[in-house]
């Protein structure tokens, strides 16, 4: 019985090799999905690079053996949009986990809503079009990075004041302070830590922000809550003599 070899479609190259075409899709998931997980592990969120690297190559995977499992089938007949379908409803759960209210307000959803397009990318990619998942994922990490300055720059920025923040601490806290601000915006000014009394590791850190006096107040609350945070000051300064742009 002669060997058939077994192909899967990619576009622009049409129908190919199977192994070449999973290895396509397998690289192209790992370098999309890592790039979308690259911003949220800037931001300091808890799906950073390996979750979502993990979830677009799962989607992928499950996507592509599905398609591969309906061209070979062994005669029998089945509904190939089956399994993608449950990656649509299964992802949800992963997604709901990341959402949590914290003192009445809701958080994570910008990190639930990327995990499940990330889960979309690798469906696109299992599919066999890895050239429009890169368009997508340039288009997503467009909105992740560009969509905050720009709805505030439409905001009336008259109101925004530059703030000189300060915080005394019993321990390291530094990162738990940037995912605090990070929350609230994109931006960080010549944040420092300094290491006042190392028996007692106390630290003292200090940066600037530019914000909405209400949302100031929410912030300073916010990191007053923090459990080693001694003292939590803050202060509105002169703009023009605050820090540049870097």
């Known amino acids: ?17 199977v192994y070449l075409g999973m290895g396509i899709k397998i690289v192209t998931g790992l370098v999309l999905g890592s790039l979308v997980g690259y911003d949220r592990e800037q931001k300091m969120k808890n799906a950073g690079i390996k979750t979502n690297v993990l979830i677009c190559l799962g989607a992928t995977l499950y996507t592509a053996i599905s398609m591969l499992g309906h061209v070979q089938g062994g005669g029998i007949e089945y509904d190939s949009a089956r399994i993608p379908a449950q990656i649509v409803s299964g992802i949800g759960f992963l997604g709901a986990g990341a959402i949590m209210k914290d003192k009445g307000n809701i958080i994570g959803l910008t990190t639930a809503a990327t995990i499940w397009v990330v889960a979309s990318i690798g469906m696109t990619i299992g599919y066999g079009f890895p050239v429009i998942a890169t368009i997508f994922t340039i288009t997503i990490l467009s909105v992740l990075k560009l969509l905050g300055p720009i709805y505030q720059g439409f905001e009336s920025t008259k109101n925004h004041k530059y703030y000189h923040i300060e915080i005394l601490s019993h321990g390291d806290i530094k990162n738990l302070v940037k995912e605090i601000v990070f929350n609230t915006t994109d931006r960080i000014d010549e944040l420092h830590e300094q290491i006042i009394d190392k028996e007692s590791n106390k630290r003292h850190i200090d940066f600037y922000v530019y914000l909405h006096p209400k949302k100031m107040r929410i912030m300073g609350d916010e990191l007053r809550d923090i459990v080693q945070a001694d003292r939590v000051h803050f202060h509105q300064i002169d703009s023009k003599a605050g820090p540049s742009d870097t």
């Open 1 to 17: 019985m002669d060997h058939v070899t077994q192909t899967v479609y990619i576009e622009y190259l049409g129908n190919v090799d």
